[in-house]
C-alpha cells in the first residue's frame, strides 16, 4: 500500500531534549517536505526536498533541522525543543513535477513541548 | 504575511446544495493551486489542482475555478454530501525557481443532512 509514515505519532517531550520525528515513504517519490499546522495559520512548510542530499528552507525553517540521505527517509529534527514547537507536524511526498505534483501526507505527529 | 487567504474560516451547507469554498492570493508569481481536503485525525488528501494558464478544471462533483485577475479562486462542490464534511485548504506554488507549497488557513465545510 502506498503510502508515507510518520513517527512517533504523539510525543511529549520538555524543553532542550532533542528529538527526531521520522518520515518514510514506499513510492519513490522525488520531493518531501514537512509542515506544521497551528490553530489560525493554516500548514506552513518547514523543509522540503527535492531529491536525495537537496534540501532547501520553506515558510518557518528556524528551530528545525532535515536531512536527506536516502530517497525514501525525511526525517525532522529538533535540536533544542521549544514550547512554541508544540504543534501537529505533517510530513509529504510527491513525484517532483516542479511543485505541482499531488502531495501525499502522512497521518500527523502531534508533538508537545513542555 | 499571509500570501495565500482563505477569510471563511466555517461554512454550513444543506445537503445536496451547492458548496463553495474561496481563496485568494497576493503573489501573482504562483502558477499552480491546489485543494486538500483534511478530515480529524488524518492527514491532508489531494482534492484537485488548477495550473495558472487555466481557469476551470473538474473533476466530478468537484470544479476548481481560477480568476488571475482578481487573483481569486474557488472550490465547487455540487451537489454536496455528509461526507464532504471536512476542513478544505487551498494551496498555491511556483513551478520554478522555489519549490515551496503556500498553504491556506482552511475553512471548515459542514453538510447538514
Known amino acids: 500500500e502506498a503510502q508515507v509514515t510518520q513517527n512517533p505519532r504523539y510525543l511529549i517531550t520538555v524543553t532542550g531534549k532533542k528529538l527526531t520525528v521520522t518520515c518514510s515513504q514506499n513510492?519513490?517519490?522525488?520531493?518531501m517536505s514537512w509542515y506544521r499546522q497551528d490553530p489560525g495559520l493554516g500548514l506552513r512548510q518547514i523543509y522540503y526536498?527535492?531529491?536525495?542530499?537537496?534540501?532547501d528552507k520553506g515558510d518557518v525553517p528556524e528551530g528545525y533541522k532535515v536531512s536527506r540521505k536516502e530517497k525514501r527517509n525525511f526525517p525532522l529534527i529538533l535540536e533544542s525543543p521549544s514550547p512554541n514547537q508544540t504543534s501537529l507536524y505533517f510530513c509529504?511526498?510527491?513525484?517532483?513535477?516542479?511543485?505541482?505534483?499531488?502531495?501525499?501526507f502522512g497521518e500527523g505527529s502531534r508533538l508537545t513541548v513542555l | 504575511d499571509q500570501q495565500v487567504k482563505q477569510n471563511s474560516p466555517s461554512l454550513s451547507v444543506q445537503e445536496g446544495r451547492i458548496s463553495i469554498l474561496n481563496c485568494d492570493y497576493t503573489?501573482?508569481?504562483?502558477?499552480?493551486f491546489l485543494w486538500y481536503k483534511k478530515y480529524p485525525a488524518e492527514g491532508p488528501t489531494f482534492l484537485i489542482s488548477?495550473?495558472?494558464?487555466?481557469d476551470k478544471n473538474e473533476d466530478g462533483r468537484f470544479t476548481v475555478f481560477l480568476n488571475k485577475s482578481a487573483k481569486h479562486l474557488s472550490l465547487h462542490i455540487v451537489p454536496s454530501q455528509p461526507g464532504d464534511s471536512a476542513v478544505y485548504f487551498c494551496?498555491?506554488?511556483?513551478?520554478?525557481?522555489?519549490?515551496?507549497?503556500?498553504f491556506g488557513t482552511g475553512t471548515r465545510l459542514k453538510v447538514l443532512a
Open positions: 503573489n501573482s508569481m504562483f502558477d499552480y
Open positions: 526536498s527535492m531529491n536525495v542530499e537537496v534540501t
Open positions: 509529504a511526498s510527491s513525484l517532483f513535477r516542479g511543485a505541482t505534483g499531488e502531495l501525499f
Open positions: 488548477i495550473s495558472s494558464i487555466k
Open positions: 494551496a498555491a506554488s511556483f513551478t520554478s525557481g522555489t519549490y515551496k507549497y503556500i
Open positions: 513510492m519513490n517519490h522525488e520531493y
